[in-house]
């Protein structure tokens, strides 16, 4: 029977090994170690994703006996937002991504208490938020024996504001509550929320167990909708903090350039300098540069802004973010050129990242002429202007279109193509369409021998 089977698959052009079509893997991700074309059965296989990003979903797949992969979606990486716990201060790092000092450092966590602990971060931006996740460590990390989970718990509960200077509870959003039994058994969960805001909440009120102590070490904001900061990095750009806002990147040199030398950072790394009038005049980028430097240095910071075209004389402002005022504090003539000062810059993003990947699917890059020429040399892997071609295993068809684009503004000008299955490659169905097949053949030669003998026997009668 095998040996039908193969002749059959070799008749229709199938790939029937006993083996499960690529796995895919998520935008933003890629599959850890594994450069393989066929994937066997009972073989499993692991995501990972890019720095900055979360895996929301399933981390590992199956290849199952029926050649298909369990669970059957392809999981998520979503970016991360922010990863604090009471530090605020960004630390930029090399591969781009911005996360908080101590953020996912399991050596510094913080310990809940028995009292009520109410944990909130501003985000850069007013964003979808798909989830929480909360992570914590449990001490003494494995439960001892007989001991039974859920003597105590920890009682979540977030939500999502927008608050204004009238209303500070607006646009509140609740997020799904969670009761964390206490021993637990692990130590990540997720609370859903599927809002929009600026201010993110969570709660926490847990019920000791002398037992265990408990402290949370990391709280991940998810959102699917948000620009990474790694579609704005170079890694030849040094001392340079990046953030993400409406698709456009933004920068903050960490290294003080002085205001002969300002143009210089921008132009360097392919950005225009922001002016003070364009922040001021736009309600959502004030807010968002208020908040990006509140975040890198909490007190009073001076920043020069680009100088007006019909005046030569430049001057710094203070920026005070407690009240979020920008007041004018002294000029930079040419005798005074060579005050240290910071500068921010702004730029559309470079690349497109890592392009999603259906089941069965399988892409291969296009060079394409990139017209942004990068003064240091870099070429990301999938840069502005790049086409991504798809293709579908063997047995499957596509459904979706074939080439996508990465456009200026660091998306992808269409969904990635999914690709369907035509027909099964169990050798239990092939069996099947086999012996159809087979006494489908059968059934016509009988009855053409009946046909046959009838036409003889009736031109003998005409004879006669």
Known sequence: MRIVVMLWCVALGRQCTASCPHPG???????????????????????????????????RRLCTEADRWEPPEVPQCLNNLVAVKNDLKIQHNRDGSAEILKSFDKDYCQSIGPTEYIWNVTLLESALVTNLEVRFRQTPETLAVGEVVGQGKIEMEAW???????????????????????PMRKNSFQLVCNGNGTVVNLKLTETSVAAVTVDICTIAV????????????????????ISTMDNMCFYLNTKRFNANNSALMCNSIEA??????????????????????????RDEIEVFFKCPADNRTCATFKLDTDVGTMEKVGKVESEKANVELQVLCKAPPIHCGIPFVATAAKKSRVEAVWERKLKTGFIPEYPVGVNVTYSCWKGFTMVGPERINCLPNGEYDMEPPLCEWILPVTEAYMAVIVFGTMLLIWICIVLKEIFMNWLFRRAIELKK
């Open 25 to 59: 893997s998520p935008k933003f991700g890629r599959l850890v170690n594994a450069s393989w074309n066929r994937f066997p059965r009972g073989h499993s296989i692991e995501y990972a994703c890019d720095e900055g990003q979360v895996l929301f979903g399933e981390s």
């Open 222 to 241: 998810l959102s699917p909708d948000t620009m990474p900061p790694k579609l704005c990095y170079n890694p030849n750009n040094k001392d340079i903090i």
């Open 272 to 297: 225009e300098q922001l002016n003070r009038e364009e922040v001021l005049s736009r309600p959502n980028l004030k807010y968002f540069v208020h908040t990006f430097l509140a975040y890198v240095k």
């Open 160 to 182: 999502m504001e927008t608050p204004t200077d009238t209303d500070p509870d607006a646009g509140r959003v609740m997020c799904d509550s969670v009761t964390v039994p206490v």
